[in-house]
């Protein structure tokens, strides 16, 4: 009686050694500009060839400016040179690129799944930590670096070893103004920022079944601010219904018998977790983290909390550590912090359907004065769909700059950071120090919730606005 | 590629925090490179030097007695986030060839080992005991046998690990672990044969 990780590990084992190191055979193997130049320089010096280049698809986004000059020029230097090496890395090698010119180039997670390249039952890596996206789809994905890029574009294998399982069920139903990067981050304030370590972590339940693919992968997504390297999600009518016509998905007669092989990947009745959690989707409120770890989310609802009320001293040492980083007070309600930044994107929030969502708390609001609000689309087919939806201009005319795709201001590597001291209510999903820009402070939310921060200049309960 | 480890004696530095993440260890701004090397004046630069570029001088690195140690002796969940492998070149580029902590995230021990930093799980209890002495006796050596698994303290207690059969091969033998793969070259092709009758759909071209 197999889990569904289990399933999917078996089918890809090569070869299994006596101490249970796994040869895992990988499918799909997404790589951006920044963790891919070193393992292709080191297959060229050591005279290898890329096994399979087209399994691969490289797209640039942590470098790629987001402003519309960014195809005359890239002004730094140091990001061109890598924008440009991932260009003729992927031209020699044979591998398809989505250019900074083609419609399709975008945060690779959200790229490579809108493309139908990230299939149930398949294996998929990126050199990123955030590859648990793909998991969504009822795929075993995960973040690796460099050196497995390397392993995995010669031998389009890597050495595993099999995972500890959790599930974690969400059952009941999701409350108003409630969104998968709330149901998330309870799920990470519970486990702890460790509390998925070593584990892989397969996401249940009556609110998951409910999710969208898009839904599904911001809870995947953020596995990895939990610990595991794995999310997934077991694939159902909700997943085929996603990927049924899109161009790199199966088609006709093969269509057919890749669906009847999909419904056979779900963990079986009997099967058994070396961890189980449940945490119910009908208690959980808009979440939004106070400190420098992902583990730090509240309900908005709450306060900022005393560390002097934990008993571990490292808990505490932490939070105090956090509280002078973030300037914050013990006691001050979340709703009373004003923030300057507010960022929209990300590859944890920046589909479709999250500027939807903002869009309509946005829509015949203004951006609070002395407030700099950005919405930056994932890619350029949402960047397009947006558009003729007209969700670009609810965003202008509320006041919010409508950005190029890219990773933009998650993680402080292109022009859009933070300035030391700037606070920002961001749809990211690292809130670690500097992590937006050195000196920086960063408040974890949803898109809804962002979007609320924009229009009242502080951190807001968004069932307050969109109610009143 | 893997740089050979079998046994180290060195001055140890004590970072008494938890969940230290590869954001704090190599900021993403210094990730713009296509080489693997330099980035050892970077690592923990927001805690090593000020807003004007100088040294922060109570910063255990920055601190005479520990300047230059090659263990470091940190908190659990060390190299949470990103997968940068940035931060394992950072480290072994400022001359740091082992990290003993509780516990740390995934991807970070995986890329220490692929690169020859080992990463050493010691019980909590352990490696507070280990800070407490060196933060008490700045400058202290610890000596770490991988041959063994053990961890000598300053106190010459010695501590026991674990590590895997396969990681530890290669980091004695300072493996080329590509080369290990590609002999089971076989292997792979009978199962790309296999595997594309079954589920051609996982063997379209982009």
Redesign the interface.
């Known amino acids: 009686m197999p889990t569904l990780i289990r399933k999917i590990w078996d ?1 890809h084992v ?2 299994e ?1 006596p ?1 249970g ?1 796994c ?1 895992l ?1 990988i ?1 799909r193997h997404l790589v951006h500009e ?2 891919s ?2 393992a292709f ?2 297959l060229r010096l ?1 005279g ?1 060839k890329v096994r399979r280049p ?4 490289a797209v640039p986004d ?2 790629v400016p987001t402003t519309a000059d960014r195809l005359e020029r890239i002004e ?1 230097p ?2 061109r ?2 924008i440009e ?1 991932l260009r003729e890395n992927a031209r020699e090698a044979g591998i ?1 690129l989505f250019d900074m010119d083609d419609i399709r180039q975008g945060i690779v997670h959200v790229t490579g799944p809108e ?1 139908g ?1 990230i ?1 149930p ?2 294996t998929a890596v990126c ?3 955030h ?1 648990s996206t793909l998991g969504a789809f009822g795929a075993v994905a995960f ?6 890029v ?2 995995a574009l ?4 890597l ?1 595993q ?1 099999r995972p500890r399982e959790m599930r974690i069920t969400v059952p009941g139903a999701m409350g108003f103004c409630v969104s998968a990067k709330d149901v998330i981050l309870s799920i990470i304030a519970t486990i702890g ?2 509390g998925g ?2 584990y892989a972590i397969e996401y249940a339940g009556e609110a998951v079944r409910r999710m969208s693919m898009e839904e599904r992968m911001t809870v995947c997504n953020m596995t ?2 939990g ?1 595991g ?1 794995f999310g997934i999600v077991a694939p159902d009518e909700t997943t085929f219904s996603y990927l049924s016509g899109r161009p ?3 088609a006709a007669a ?1 269509w057919e ?2 669906v009847a ?1 999909w419904r056979t990947l779900y963990s079986d009745a009997g099967a058994t977790f070396d961890r189980e959690e449940s945490i119910d989707a009908s208690g959980i409120v808009p979440q939004v983290t106070w400190g420098t ?1 992902p583990e730090d989310a509240l309900p908005v609802t709450g306060v900022v909390p005393e560390p002097g009320e934990r008993k571990d001293p ?2 505490r ?2 939070m105090e ?1 956090a509280l002078r980083y973030m300037d914050l007070l013990p006691g001050t309600r979340l709703t009373d912090i004003p923030v300057d930044k507010v960022f929209i994107g990300s590859c944890t929030n920046a589909r479709i359907e999250d500027l939807r969502l903002a869009a309509n708390v946005a829509r015949g609001r203004k951006v609070a004065d002395g407030v700099t609000a950005m919405v930056v689309p994932g890619s350029g087919l949402v960047k397009r769909q947006a558009e003729a939806e007209g969700l670009d201009r609810i965003f202008l005319e509320a006041g919010f700059q409508w950005r190029l795709p890219g990773c933009s201001m998650c ?3 292109n022009p859009d950071r933070l300035r ?1 001291g700037e606070r920002c209510a961001s749809t990211s999903n ?1 809130n ?4 937006q820009g ?2 920086g402070r960063t408040h974890l939310m949803s898109p809804m919730m962002a979007a609320a921060a924009a229009v009242t200049g502080k951190i807001t309960d968004v069932r307050e606005v969109l109610a009143g | ?1 893997i740089e050979k480890f079998s046994t180290l004696r060195a001055v140890a530095v004590p970072l ?4 230290v ?1 590869t ?2 260890i190599l ?3 210094f ?6 090397t330099g980035l050892g004046k970077n690592l923990f630069h ?1 805690w090593r030097y000020d ?1 004007g570029g100088k040294e922060v001088p109570d910063f255990p690195f920055n601190m005479p007695p520990y300047r230059g140690g090659k263990i470091l002796v940190t ?3 060390f190299g ?6 940035h931060a ?1 070149w950072a480290l072994m580029d400022y001359g740091v060839r082992v990290v003993i902590a509780p ?5 970070f021990a ?2 220490g080992l ?2 020859g930093l080992l990463p050493v799980r010691l019980p909590s209890n352990a490696v507070r005991t280990l800070i407490d002495r060196l933060q008490g006796s700045p400058g202290s050596m610890i000596t770490v046998d991988l041959p063994a698994q053990t961890v000598t303290g300053p106190d010459s207690a010695v501590h026991p690990f674990d590590i ?3 990681p530890k091969e290669c980091l004695l033998k300072g493996q080329d ?2 080369a290990l ?2 002999q ?1 070259e076989d ?2 092709s009978w ?2 044969r296999d ?1 594309k009758n079954k ?8």
Not at chain 1, 54 to 57: P, V
Not at chain 1, 154 to 157: H, K, N, Y
Not at chain 1, 432 to 435: F, M, S
């Open positions: 089918r090569v070869t050694r101490d190191m040869l055979y499918d920044v963790t130049p070193q320089e080191a050591a290898r087209l399994s691969l698809l942590h470098n730094d140091d990001s040179k890598q090496t398809t493309t390249l299939l039952g398949a050199g990123d930590s590859t973040g690796i670096g460099t050196s497995e390397e392993h010669a031998t389009q294998t050495w070893k920022a460790g370590t070593g990895i601010e610990g390297r790199a998905a199966p093969q018998s890749a092989d770890s490292g808990v040492r932490r550590r993680l402080g590597m030391p690292r670690y120090e500097g992590r050195p000196g | 590629m008494d925090r938890d969940s993440d954001d704090a900021p993403a701004r990730l713009k490179t296509i080489k693997r927001a807003e908190g659990e969940n949470c986030g990103s997968s940068r492998e394992v516990s740390f995230g995934d991807i995986n890329n692929k690169n895997g059969s396969f672990e590509i793969t590609l089971h292997d792979i199962y790309e595997r589920t051609p759909w996982l063997f379209l071209d982009l």
